[in-house]
């Protein structure tokens, strides 16, 4: 709750708008009207996009959505387009999801709670801060190299021997790599919105810093940090240029269509952003239909991912107040 | 003596409590710090797996075949410009939409949007910024180039530069707003009651004293946008059309590669790669020069952000 209000506040905004029309003398402000209109028009313009893109694909798509989407979610690549299905790129989606969680998650927190609740001012701590913020501004084909050069190439005979490194490993690790830096900052931010009063009742009983980090600073943060992994997570899932780079399959592929067979995890594989540029790229109306159904399942799964996170954001946002 | 002394026994370690407890945080300490230093590993990793095979590169490579009529590392052609001006010419469509779509929204955003209506529609954008960049590929090579640019541009080819910029700025867009809303609403509320109190509209508080105050962070925004419309990938590998090369071209309506798409491009089986000995070897090159290159525009970007927060 504020307890401050100011003046402008009072009667909503009424009383600004009726000084300023006595200012204005009753003459009409025709700037100011076009300047909003045309404000108005650039805000309608992205959503308008957003509304064609959806509406465009959920159309391409609805021969297979209507048709077979069960068949669809549950059959293997194949070359013929009516037997084509995602089941493959749900499974390696799912385990590249199942890495960030396991490896950006817990790395990411830790490094925040590094960086905002043990760090001391000084140039070490700069430096960190500044590669993150770096590190979070390159180009994801960038991380795709680095994934090729450390898990595919250098550390192959961990990765998968048999499929030459390219492999769910690499790919879940690259990815893992390839978001931290959002986790981290994400994460710090919330722990720095974390009122000091909290910290200093916690140190006034004679706490350690761990025991007030655990027992107070984290749990208090704790749904902004989540809203930061899951907004993190729906970002891993939709990129594709990494995997290109790190070895995601074209074509055809026999393995790979149990969700639970740790086994596969050093195999070939493909996912769901990689399937859809490979079948972008085919020709004839039919994997056009695949393509667009491909996407729209994607979308249910990024979108809701974010859709989660924002709502989880603003309940907690209006709760603080 | 008083009974108020401090029993000269007692020393500050006798304050910091159970051993165990204070030996517990300081292992953790390390464990977070570890976790922190996980950055500079990577940034050296990175920095360490671009350089080798990049300076194996351009020592070996001939320089005339960095300018030649195009990029076609399988043929042993690297020129250099054509990625370089095929990024540069996609990131200036991709800004001319994304600078003024975003920059208009934020100006609603931060200034005229009621709050309700600003609840509303910053999910909404938010949702823009999470579609995937593979998504929108697709998009703009069976939507934007067929019904916006080919009937713009009659002669324009199937896959072309214009469709895959005006892809990227549309994904450019919530970036530009989120940052540049960010900015005005720093600039503190003190400032637009003077300009009020002056008696000025409320084009005129926007224009003339929200905007200037908000300047470095819009600068910022804009140079971030530009940084990450240089690094998308899989719109233009995917809309463009220059999957197997590219000749140097200045017309957008026509196809055309960039410096991340050329790397991705070849990378399509990186373990045969056919043809010219050094095509692996030119993707680190690209890789190091485009991060070379986003790194700058982040760091200045970074300065601008900091220059606001030290004005306000």
Same mark, same amino acid.
């Given at each position: 709750?504020?307890?401050?209000?100011?003046?402008?506040? !009072?009667?909503? %905004?009424? $009383? *600004?708008?009726?000084?300023?029309? *006595?200012?204005?003398? /009753?003459?009409?402000?025709?700037? %100011?009207?076009?300047? *909003? !209109?045309?404000? #108005?028009?650039?805000?309608?313009?992205?959503?308008?996009?957003?509304?064609?893109?959806?509406?465009?694909?959920?159309?391409?798509?609805?021969?297979? #959505?209507?048709?077979?989407?069960?068949?669809? #979610?549950?059959?293997?690549?194949?070359?013929?387009?009516?037997?084509?299905?995602?089941?493959?790129?749900?499974?390696?989606?799912?385990?590249?999801?199942?890495?960030?969680?396991?490896?950006?998650?817990?790395?990411?927190?830790?490094?925040?709670?590094?960086?905002?609740?043990?760090? &001391?001012?000084?140039?070490?701590?700069?430096?960190?801060?500044?590669? +993150?913020?770096?590190?979070?501004?390159?180009?994801?084909?960038?991380? %795709? +190299?680095?994934?090729?050069?450390?898990?595919?190439?250098?550390?192959?005979?961990?990765?998968?021997?048999?499929?030459?490194?390219?492999?769910? +490993?690499? $790919? %879940?690790?690259?990815?893992? +790599?390839?978001?931290?830096?959002?986790?981290?900052?994400?994460? $710090? &931010?919330?722990?720095?919105?974390?009122?000091?009063?909290?910290?200093?009742?916690?140190?006034?009983?004679?706490?350690?810093?761990?025991?007030?980090?655990?027992?107070?600073?984290?749990?208090?943060?704790?749904?902004?940090?989540?809203?930061?992994?899951?907004?993190?997570?729906?970002?891993?899932?939709?990129?594709?240029?990494? #995997?290109?780079?790190? /070895?995601?399959?074209?074509?055809?592929?026999?393995?790979?269509?149990?969700?639970?067979?740790?086994?596969?995890?050093?195999?070939?594989?493909?996912?769901?952003?990689?399937?859809?540029?490979?079948?972008?790229?085919?020709?004839?109306? &039919?994997?056009?239909?695949?393509?667009?159904?491909?996407?729209?399942?994607?979308?249910? !799964?990024?979108?809701?991912?974010?859709? !989660?996170?924002?709502?989880?954001?603003?309940?907690? &946002?209006?709760?603080?107040? | 003596?008083?009974?108020?002394?401090?029993?000269?026994?007692?020393?500050?370690?006798?304050?910091?409590?159970?051993?165990?407890?204070?030996?517990?945080?300081?292992?953790?300490?390390?464990?977070?710090?570890?976790?922190?230093?996980?950055?500079?590993?990577?940034?050296?990793?990175?920095?360490?797996?671009?350089?080798?095979?990049?300076?194996?590169?351009?020592?070996?490579?001939?320089?005339?075949?960095?300018?030649?009529?195009?990029?076609?590392?399988?043929?042993?052609?690297?020129?250099?410009?054509?990625?370089?001006?095929?990024?540069?010419?996609?990131?200036?469509?991709?800004?001319?939409?994304?600078?003024?779509?975003?920059?208009?929204?934020?100006?609603?955003?931060?200034?005229?949007?009621?709050?309700?209506?600003?609840?509303?529609?910053?999910?909404?954008? =938010?949702?823009?910024?999470?579609?995937?960049?593979?998504?929108?590929?697709?998009?703009?090579?069976?939507?934007?180039?067929?019904?916006?640019?080919?009937?713009?541009?009659?002669?324009?080819?199937? @896959?072309?530069?214009?469709?895959?910029?005006?892809?990227?700025?549309?994904?450019?867009?919530?970036?530009?707003?989120?940052?540049?809303?960010?900015?005005?609403?720093?600039?503190?509320?003190?400032?637009?009651?003077?300009?009020?109190?002056?008696?000025?509209?409320?084009?005129?508080?926007?224009?003339?004293?929200?905007?200037?105050?908000?300047?470095?962070?819009?600068?910022?925004?804009?140079?971030?946008?530009?940084?990450?419309?240089?690094? =998308?990938?899989?719109?233009?590998?995917?809309?463009?059309?220059?999957?197997?090369?590219?000749?140097?071209?200045?017309?957008?309506?026509?196809?055309?590669?960039?410096?991340?798409?050329?790397?991705?491009?070849?990378?399509?089986?990186?373990?045969?790669?056919?043809?010219?000995?050094?095509?692996?070897?030119?993707?680190?090159?690209?890789?190091?020069?485009?991060?070379?290159?986003?790194?700058?525009?982040?760091?200045?970007?970074?300065? @601008?952000?900091?220059?606001?927060?030290?004005?306000?």
């Amino acid at each position: 709750m504020s307890v401050m209000t100011r003046p402008a506040d !009072v009667g909503g %905004g009424a $009383a *600004r708008d009726a000084v300023e029309r *006595r200012l204005k003398g /009753g003459k009409r402000d025709v700037a %100011g009207a076009l300047f *909003r !209109v045309v404000l #108005l028009a650039a805000i309608a313009l992205a959503l308008l996009f957003l509304v064609v893109l959806v509406y465009d694909v959920v159309t391409d798509g609805w021969s297979v #959505l209507s048709t077979r989407l069960g068949d669809f #979610l549950t059959s293997n690549l194949a070359s013929q387009p009516e037997e084509a299905g995602i089941k493959q790129a749900l499974v390696g989606t799912f385990w590249i999801g199942v890495f960030v969680v396991v490896v950006s998650f817990p790395l990411g927190v830790a490094a925040a709670v590094y960086l905002e609740e043990y760090a &001391e001012k000084g140039r070490f701590t700069n430096i960190i801060d500044l590669t +993150i913020r770096n590190l979070a501004g390159v180009p994801s084909v960038v991380y %795709g +190299i680095l994934g090729l050069t450390i898990f595919v190439n250098a550390l192959r005979p961990l990765t998968g021997p048999d499929s030459g490194g390219r492999s769910l +490993i690499s $790919a %879940g690790l690259t990815m893992a +790599i390839l978001v931290l830096p959002i986790v981290i900052i994400t994460a $710090a &931010e919330s722990l720095r919105a974390v009122p000091s009063g909290l910290r200093e009742a916690g140190f006034g009983v004679g706490a350690t810093r761990w025991e007030v980090v655990k027992g107070h600073v984290i749990p208090y943060a704790a749904p902004g940090i989540l809203t930061g992994t899951v907004l993190a997570l729906a970002r891993a899932l939709g990129e594709a240029a990494p #995997l290109i780079l790190v /070895g995601a399959t074209t074509g055809y592929l026999t393995s790979g269509d149990e969700f639970f067979d740790l086994s596969a995890l050093q195999e070939r594989y493909v996912a769901m952003p990689t399937l859809i540029n490979d079948w972008a790229g085919q020709p004839g109306a &039919e994997w056009q239909a695949n393509t667009a159904a491909a996407i729209v399942v994607l979308l249910v !799964v990024v979108l809701a991912a974010n859709a !989660v996170a924002i709502l989880m954001r603003n309940r907690f &946002e209006s709760r603080r107040m | 003596m008083s009974d108020l002394t401090i029993p000269p026994q007692l020393t500050v370690a006798d304050l910091r409590g159970d051993r165990r407890r204070v030996r517990k945080d300081a292992g953790v300490r390390y464990v977070v710090l570890a976790a922190a230093t996980m950055s500079i590993v990577i940034s050296v990793l990175i920095i360490g797996s671009l350089v080798g095979e990049a300076w194996t590169f351009i020592s070996q490579v001939d320089p005339a075949a960095l300018w030649t009529d195009g990029w076609f590392p399988r043929r042993g052609m690297y020129d250099l410009r054509t990625i370089i001006v095929g990024s540069l010419l996609v990131t200036i469509v991709a800004m001319a939409v994304a600078l003024p779509v975003g920059l208009g929204s934020a100006v609603y955003l931060a200034e005229y949007a009621p709050r309700r209506v600003r609840k509303v529609l910053k999910p909404v954008l =938010e949702i823009l910024a999470g579609i995937p960049s593979v998504v929108l590929g697709v998009f703009a090579l069976r939507f934007i180039s067929p019904e916006i640019v080919q009937s713009i541009f009659s002669d324009a080819t199937q @896959f072309n530069m214009l469709a895959a910029g005006i892809a990227v700025g549309v994904l450019s867009v919530p970036l530009v707003a989120s940052v540049s809303e960010d900015a005005m609403r720093s600039v503190p509320d003190s400032l637009r009651e003077a300009s009020y109190g002056m008696g000025a509209r409320k084009i005129t508080t926007v224009t003339k004293v929200v905007i200037p105050g908000a300047v470095s962070g819009l600068v910022a925004a804009f140079i971030i946008a530009i940084s990450r419309a240089i690094g =998308e990938t899989m719109v233009v590998l995917i809309a463009a059309g220059g999957t197997g090369g590219s000749l140097f071209t200045l017309d957008v309506t026509g196809p055309g590669t960039t410096m991340t798409a050329a790397i991705a491009s070849q990378a399509t089986g990186t373990d045969q790669v056919v043809g010219e000995a050094l095509t692996f070897q030119s993707l680190f090159f690209v890789a190091l020069l485009l991060f070379m290159i986003t790194l700058l525009l982040n760091v200045v970007a970074n300065r @601008f952000v900091r220059r606001v927060q030290e004005r306000y």
